[in-house]
């Protein structure tokens, strides 16, 4: 009973560490909000602030759709910048191709990128809606260290 009790204990200590060690951070608007508005075919952004350290880390971003009207759809795509200023679609870079983007469905959703590093400072969800639709959007940055 106190081997697995301190096994529990061992294995509780390592998974809190290794919790600890990550990062996590909200995208923010323009407005300096953690979700905004797409309505109809705008484009609308959310991006990291500030920058992020630890470019060799796995990264995950996590974006999070919630429909409010009409039919969602549009593109939504993950960029990249080292000036926080000039944003551009990150590529792949074994192909240097542009990195998958996403086709927004008719319904409240979440999707995500996995980045095996994280070759840039700043990151930028941009949303491209189409026709009538309105929704609401936030994402999330994660690092390992």
């Known amino acids: 009973m106190k081997r697995i ?3 529990l204990i061992v294995g509780l200590v390592a998974f809190s560490t290794i919790e600890s060690k990550a990062q996590v951070a909200s995208l923010k608007s323009v407005y300096d909000l953690t979700s905004d508005t797409v309505v109809n075919a705008a484009t609308v952004t959310l991006t990291t602030s500030p920058k ?3 470019l060799n880390a796995p990264t995950t971003i996590w974006v999070s759709v919630t429909k409010i009207s009409g039919t969602v759809g549009g593109t939504i795509s993950l960029q990249g910048s ?9 590529n792949t870079p074994e192909t240097q191709t542009a990195l998958a983007t ?4 008719d319904a409240t959703n979440t999707y995500h990128w996995r980045l095996n590093s994280s070759p840039f400072l700043y990151y930028r969800v941009s949303w491209t809606g189409t026709g009538t639709m309105s929704a609401r959007f936030s994402a ?3 690092r390992a260290k």
Request: charged share 15%; hydrophobic share 50%; net charge negative.
């Open 5 to 7: 009790l301190c096994i």
């Open 102 to 105: 996403i086709t927004a469905t």
């Open 52 to 54: 992020l350290s630890d």
């Open 140 to 142: 999330q940055i994660m």
């Open 82 to 90: 080292l000036d926080g200023t000039n944003f551009k679609a990150i």
